[in-house]
């Protein structure tokens, strides 16, 4: 693919910037299949068909998996997590490079997450294969982590190996992908990481990829947040005096500022494409399932 243009991010980590590649879907995306049903493909295998069942918060998510995934990131060797190198740079190195993965033209946010509510690593982990069947909360999805093979257990080789890393806390971040209409994450990377940093009772360390609004859709929202802002203010200015207060103003001021700022780094929606998209077409859907 095209090289991105990085935008680093104050608080660590960076943003991509993809320009438009060759004609078709990434390597890796999700397509529809009906309105309730889906399919997360990679080239053309498919790894994992959802189908939604129920209505309103009464919904079930049935997921049945298949092997053959292929992580997007050459395995990290024990002397690159002592080094420590700069692993969001890394990490969106080998996303740009790889011929597996699930970028696509648009702006893409890959920064560390190390606090996670209850639940994504424990109750809501799905450790079940190759079928399960997930609950989905009112109004979106159950918060939790989707693996896309099976998770080797404790004792595996290549888990040991990772445990003590784990344990000395210089184990590589696991590669999770951010995606809407589930409200929870894919490991992309790091099955084996996650593995053996849950076995020795800690989180594992996460570097989070997301797909952020680009320029035109941030800027649109930052408008009619601004217009509405704008007009709380002069409501605020034709009352009587008295019945404001410059306080009132500052904190008004503040909650827009800290709105506009985080605008163009909140997640998107995670697109499904159209079958068709994989002989060339145009196939590219901004719908959640």
């Known amino acids: ?3 991105a243009t990085r935008e680093i991010l104050p608080g660590g980590g960076l943003v991509l910037a993809v320009p438009p590649g060759p004609p078709g ?3 890796l995306r999700f ?3 009906t309105g309730s049903r889906w399919v997360l493909r990679q080239g053309e295998q498919p790894l994992v068909q959802g189908d939604v069942e129920g209505d309103g918060c009464c919904r079930d998510l049935r997921l049945s998996r298949r092997p053959g995934y292929r992580s997007p990131l050459p395995p990290v ?5 002592r080094r420590g190198p700069d692993w969001p740079h890394r990490y ?3 996303l740009e490079e790889t011929a597996h993965g ?5 702006r893409w946010r890959l920064t560390a997450h190390a606090v996670f509510p209850p639940g994504p690593w424990s109750t809501d982990l799905v450790r079940e294969w190759p079928d399960t069947t997930l609950e989905l909360l009112c109004g979106g999805g159950w918060h939790g982590v989707l693996p896309l093979r099976p998770l080797s257990a404790p004792d595996a080789p290549r888990v040991k190996a990772f445990r003590k890393h784990a344990r000395e806390g210089t184990l590589a971040p696991v590669l999770l992908w951010w995606i809407s209409f589930l409200d ?5 990377d790091g099955h084996d990481r996650a593995a053996a940093a849950l076995a020795e009772g800690i989180c594992p360390p996460c570097m989070e990829l997301v797909l952020v609004p680009d320029d035109t859709e941030w800027r649109a929202t930052a408008e009619t947040i601004t217009a509405a802002h704008d007009e709380r203010m002069a409501r ?3 009352r009587p005096t008295g019945h404001h207060t410059p306080h009132q103003r500052r904190t008004l001021d503040g909650y827009y500022a800290e709105a506009i700022a985080a605008l163009p780094y909140e997640a998107a929606e995670t697109p499904l494409f159209d079958p068709a998209a994989r002989r060339g077409a145009d196939g590219l859907h901004r719908s959640g399932c």
């Open 31 to 33: 397509e529809r299949v």
């Open 184 to 188: 929870g994450w894919l490991i992309i």
């Open 236 to 238: 605020l200015s034709a």
């Open 102 to 106: 699930p970028l696509h033209r648009g």
């Open 1 to 3: 693919m095209n090289r």
């Open 77 to 81: 060797t024990a002397a690159a997590m």
């Open 25 to 27: 879907p990434p390597p």
């Open 92 to 94: 969106a190195r080998w």
